[in-house]
């Protein structure tokens, strides 16, 4: 991997880095960029991208793929209408027996269950990993971790609760 200064440039930038222009001391959306990123509040930034020689694994590259899934389910602690986000790994087969670990990935900070794709590109970085042998073929669920809509706490909520009394195990993990 390429290097500044002797540095990774993993530890050079948060990438993909975040911006906005700013008119007249409102903070605006670039209009010619098309990688936003988004949140349970709406568009909230322009996303850079800065790419290397060498592809980072969060960049689409000619290996393998897993599959997204993005499942729908009525939230059993009055959450209403809810979405999980289900990657499951290249060679991934219902039909079979084969079992697999599950990774649950929660988000936070205003984020959706969208963003671990759209913006982490969890699925390309496990793409990446499963094809370089680093990891082990995993299924990857990345439900809403939010308790409330924004603007509305709710105290004693529980994703684990939700996820366990509401999304049906139509995996094999």
């Given at each position: 991997m390429e290097t500044a200064f002797g540095v990774s440039p993993w530890a050079l930038w948060n990438l993909p880095c975040t911006y906005a222009l700013l008119i007249e001391d409102m903070a605006v959306l670039d209009p010619g960029s098309p990688l936003i990123q988004t949140g349970r509040d709406g568009a909230r930034a322009n996303l850079l991208e800065?790419?290397?020689?060498?592809?980072?694994?969060?960049?689409?590259?000619?290996?393998?793929?897993?599959?997204?899934?993005?499942?729908?389910?009525?939230?059993?602690?009055?959450?209403?209408?809810?979405?999980?986000?289900?990657?499951?790994?290249?060679?991934?087969?219902?039909?079979?027996?084969?079992r697999y670990p599950a990774l649950y990935l929660l988000g936070g900070s205003g984020d959706t269950e969208m963003e671990w794709t759209s913006v982490g590109r969890a699925h390309w970085i496990a793409d990446s990993l499963i094809h370089e042998g680093r990891a082990r073929p995993m299924i990857l669920v990345m439900p809403n971790?939010?308790?409330?809509?924004?603007?509305?706490?709710?105290?004693?909520?529980?994703a684990r609760e939700d996820r366990s009394r509401s999304v049906k195990p139509e995996f094999r993990s």
């Open positions: 800065i790419r290397g020689t060498t592809p980072a694994p969060y960049e689409l590259q000619d290996i393998p793929h897993g599959a997204i899934q993005i499942v729908p389910y009525r939230s059993s602690t009055g959450l209403g209408d809810r979405r999980v986000i289900v990657y499951l790994p290249p060679g991934y087969d219902s039909r079979k027996s084969k971790g939010h308790p409330a809509p924004p603007g509305r706490a709710r105290w004693g909520w529980s």
